[in-house]
Antibody, heavy 124, light 107 residues
Framework: QITLKESGPTLVKPTQTLTLTCTFS??????????VGWIRQPPGKALEWLAL???????TYSPSLKSRLTITKDTSKNQVVLTMNNMDPVDTATYYC????????????????WGQGTLVTVSS | DIQMTQSPSSLSASVGDRVTITCRAS??????LNWYQQKPGKAPNLLIY???SLQSGVPSRFSGSGSGREFTLTISSLQPEDFATYSC?????????FGQGTKLEMK
């Protein structure tokens, strides 16, 4: 069974740095083609992709947030960590951890499964 | 960034109805399009990948089609458990953008 679970603070103050950890099981981030990423969803709003880290340690970030984001992995612990600095109330959202999969021999990829999500509120 | 626009934003339908949701990309994305279902308070769940491939375990009443800039998600005969929000997502190029979602409600 493949699972991902997010952990981290539920409340952060403006200007602080958010650190979220994704702990996963049932797959390896050493497997070619596999990635783990983060997606967020403000209350009542659309999903927004944030960042991805790949099996080969390559990383991609949302250009609009790139200056604020860092994604890292610890393959031995089956964990991926996302940090976002200079938090603002508009960053209040549910943050999801996702596995990125690709079809063999194809550039197609998708996110499955998703973690349960963790709501992060930014408020003083 | 590639913009993804879904229509309609909300839809009222009855059990047994055939429902179609449209997703349009701001530029051609070939078949790099995925569909997700999300129920209130829950994480999204993958339904369709690569525009038309049904994810394992997803009922066959769900189908996807399209290529280029226009895509559709069709539910052939609505079941009570299908009332949810549906979102498309392009995987053509980063940032991997989502549509705003289509909320499917019971009439």
């Amino acid at each position: 069974q493949i699972t991902l679970k997010e952990s981290g603070p539920t409340l952060v103050k403006p200007t602080q740095t958010l650190t979220l950890t994704c702990t996963f099981s049932g797959f390896s981030l050493s497997t070619s083609g596999v990635g783990v990423g983060w997606i967020r969803q403000p209350p009542g709003k659309a999903l927004e992709w944030l960042a991805l880290i790949y099996w080969d340690d390559d990383k991609t970030y949302s250009p609009s947030l790139k200056s604020r984001l860092t994604i890292t992995k610890d393959t031995s612990k089956n964990q991926v960590v996302l940090t976002m600095n200079n938090m603002d109330p508009v960053d209040t959202a549910t943050y999801y951890c996702v596995r990125r999969l690709t079809a063999s021999g194809s550039y197609h990829h998708w996110f499955d499964p998703w973690g349960q999500g963790t709501l992060v509120t930014v408020s003083s | 960034d590639i913009q993804m626009t879904q229509s309609p934003s909300s839809l009222s339908a009855s059990v047994g109805d055939r429902v179609t949701i449209t997703c349009r990309a701001s530029q051609s994305i070939s078949s790099f399009l995925n569909w997700y279902q999300q129920k209130p308070g829950k994480a999204p769940n993958l339904l369709i990948y690569a525009a038309s491939s049904l994810q394992s375990g997803v009922p066959s009443r769900f189908s996807g089609s399209g290529s280029g800039r226009e895509f559709t998600l069709t539910i052939s005969s609505l079941q009570p458990e299908d009332f949810a929000t549906y979102s498309c997502q392009q995987s053509y190029s980063a940032p991997y953008t989502f549509g705003q979602g289509t909320k499917l409600e019971m009439k």
